[in-house]
């Protein structure tokens, strides 16, 4: 299955979200592909990546059409594999916006990988340009991570209804999987409201785990790792373990997705 981790702005948990979930998720046995494709490559060095490392990236595949089972490479997580952003795809709107079919140039190149993993996840800029729509457009559905501040309420409705939208023009069904509540802080006083106001709205699109606001969280990646390999006891690695759990009962819950994972063809590891 391939999910798109969206957002609008930058600070909301996403790249976060992206590389902890898809962790939590290999470390459950399951097959785990991330694709970055954040110019800011923050996905890649939270994974222990150096700057001057990055390339070949996602770049390459989208602007070059580069081979994707090229440009995969192994991390420090087992089961997890990544492909790298890097400083390439700055320009990639602009070259993508030449082109004719400029929101699914993504989508083909996944089809010969896809068989090979559970899951892959796509880091995407924290923006509606043309490399998210194109995530959008490959994937069999969006995940949000979500603050809980009022402002951000009506943005995130925006946001469903923008990444649908795109979707549908492209000939495609992908929907939203789930809002993940990220960075609540439970000492604000609005934080209980506005999760409320969440939940109303999107009821049972919103997942049952929210994610705290956790110093570890926000450490780790200046370390390369995943918060399970910084400080495994953290709040913040027990919340995304208990993600991983709902995801998988989310996608199996949906007859739709519960047939995308991996399906048995040689694939080396």
């Known amino acids: 299955m391939i999910t798109a981790v969206i957002s609008k702005k930058g600070g909301v948990g996403k790249t976060t979200t992206s590389v902890n979930l898809s962790a939590a998720l290999a470390r459950r046995g ?25 390339g070949p990236s996602s770049a390459d595949l989208l602007l070059r059409g580069t081979s994707a089972t090229s440009l995969v490479r192994e991390t420090g997580v087992e089961n997890l594999h990544l492909m790298t952003a890097s400083v390439d795809l700055r320009g990639a709107e602009a070259e993508l ?14 089809e010969s990988i896809r068989r090979g993993y559970d899951q892959i996840f796509l880091d995407c800029p924290s923006s509606i340009g043309l490399l998210t729509r194109n995530a959008i457009t490959a994937a069999d559905a969006f995940l949000v ?46 934080t209980r409201d506005v999760i409320a106001d969440i939940r109303r709205r999107f009821g049972t699109k919103v997942f049952v785990v929210e994610v705290r606001t956790n110093v570890s969280l926000a450490e780790a990646p200046a370390y390369g790792q995943t918060v399970f390999e910084y400080k495994p006891q953290a709040t913040g690695a027990k919340a995304y373990q208990l ?21 048995p063809v040689g694939v080396s590891w």
Do not use: C
């Open 97 to 110: 916006d030449k082109r004719p079919r400029k929101d699914i140039v993504l989508a083909p190149h996944l």
């Open 30 to 54: 399951q097959r785990v592909l991330l694709i970055d494709l954040d110019p800011n490559a923050g996905a890649s060095m939270s994974l222990g990546v150096g700057k001057a490392e990055l």
């Open 243 to 263: 993600l991983a759990e709902e995801f998988l009962d989310t996608v199996r819950s949906q007859p739709s997705l519960a047939g995308l994972g991996r399906q």
């Open 145 to 190: 991570p979500a603050t809980p501040q009022f402002l951000a309420v009506d943005g995130l409705e925006h946001l469903v209804q923008t990444a649908s939208r795109v979707a549908l023009s492209a000939g495609r069904q992908t929907g939203l999987l789930g809002i993940l509540v990220t960075m609540a802080d439970y000492r604000l006083r609005a």
